[in-house]
């Protein structure tokens, strides 16, 4: 059974900087999309980021540049790194994953696994 757990989420000041880590267990597949979601309250789920099994990693606009996704194969580990963080970047953030290993604007094109989520709020 495949598991996602999510850590590292918290209250930073704009302009700081967090890492969050999603544990993936039981995946068992070769291939991969995995992926980081975000939804804020009263907004649509969006993708963040995502990395497929060739190592191709797409990001949503808005944070191209300051958000880096990144997985440590011998760790299990789907890592995003998120600096210069904003106000609008305050989401429930979510680990995904799927065996289908396409993805676009930062979203993998399927998703069959998630994470219960960690929440990251940005104030000023």
């Known amino acids: 059974q495949v598991q996602l757990v999510e850590s590292g989420g918290g209250s930073v000041q704009a302009g700081g900087s967090l890492r969050l880590s999603c544990a993936v267990s039981?995946?068992?597949?070769?291939?991969?999309?995995m992926g980081w979601f975000r939804q804020a309250p009263g907004k649509e789920r969006e993708g963040v980021a995502a990395?497929?099994?060739?190592?191709?990693?797409s990001y949503a606009d808005s944070v191209k540049g300051r958000f880096t996704i990144s997985k440590d194969n011998a760790k299990n580990t789907l890592y995003l790194q998120m600096n210069r963080l904003k106000i609008a970047d305050s989401a429930m953030y979510y680990c995904?994953?799927?065996?289908?290993?396409?993805?676009?604007?930062?979203?993998?094109?399927?998703?069959?696994?998630w994470g219960q989520g960690t929440r990251v709020t940005v104030s000023s």
């Open positions: 990395i497929d099994s060739d190592g191709f990693t």
């Open positions: 995904a994953a799927d065996d289908w290993p396409h993805s676009y604007g930062g979203s993998c094109l399927r998703t069959n696994y």
């Open positions: 039981g995946y068992t597949y070769s291939t991969y999309c």
